[in-house]
Each structure stands twice: as structure tokens, then as C-alpha cells.
């Protein structure tokens, strides 16, 4: 199995930044995507990027494209997400998570291993 563990949240003022990471362990070698998702209170849990675990290539949605960057350390079986101009919008819990399939899914259903996540809160 795979075990994924995410840090970094915390409280941050609109327009501020936070970086968070997630730590993976066990089976990492059958990886092929470790995504980022969140969810926010009373809404669906969504797509926020993914990062190709071999190619590093990286897709986003939309709300976060040129605000959030992802990348990866094999090295450490780490994944992060560096969020810059963080809005209140983007208040929310985030997860990692990750999968064995060869296509970088938007898809929550994909990923089957995921992390307990980390609250981010974006004050006005």
C-alpha cells in the first residue's frame, strides 16, 4: 500500500502564501500520479492539480492556475504545493493523493491512496 501524510496548512491574510507537502511512503514505485485536492466546508472535494510522480509534468484547474505550482522529490517520496496569492476562496481542507494509473486524472475517484489532509484558512 501507499501512506500519504500532508503538512503546511495553517492561517494566512489574503494575498499571502503557504507551501504544503506531502510525504509519501510504502509501495512509491508503483506511482504514476500524486494529485492535490480540496474541500471546502459544505462543498464537494475538488481538483486542484497533479503531478506526474516519474515526469514531473504538472496539470492544474483553472482557480489556481498561475497562483499554484507543484513539484516533486523522488528522492524523498515528497510532493509539494507552493500557493501563492492565496484568497479567501481558497479556504479549505487540502489533500494529497495518488494513484497507479498512467493518466493524470482531474478525477477524485482515480486516486485511490489518499493523505488525512491539512486546513487552510485565508482571512480577508
Known amino acids: 500500500q501507499v501512506q500519504l501524510v500532508e503538512s503546511g496548512g495553517g492561517l494566512v491574510q489574503d494575498g499571502g502564501s503557504l507551501r504544503l507537502s506531502c510525504a509519501i511512503s510504502?509501495?512509491?514505485?508503483?506511482?504514476?500520479?500524486v494529485g492535490w485536492f480540496r474541500q471546502a466546508p459544505g462543498k464537494e472535494r475538488e481538483f486542484v492539480a497533479t503531478?506526474?510522480?516519474?515526469?514531473?509534468?504538472?496539470i492544474y484547474a483553472e482557480s489556481v492556475r498561475d497562483r499554484f505550482t507543484g513539484a516533486k522529490d523522488k528522492a524523498k517520496n515528497m510532493v509539494y504545493l507552493q500557493m501563492d496569492s492565496l484568497k479567501p476562496d481558497d479556504t479549505a481542507v487540502y489533500y494529497c493523493?495518488?494513484?497507479?494509473?498512467?493518466?493524470?486524472?482531474?478525477?477524485?475517484?482515480?486516486?485511490?491512496?489518499w493523505g488525512q489532509g491539512t486546513q487552510v484558512t485565508v482571512s480577508p
Open positions: 493523493a495518488a494513484n497507479s494509473l498512467g493518466i493524470a486524472y482531474a478525477h477524485k475517484e482515480r486516486y485511490p491512496y
Open positions: 510504502g509501495r512509491t514505485y508503483i506511482l504514476q500520479f
Open positions: 503531478i506526474g510522480w516519474n515526469t514531473g509534468s504538472t
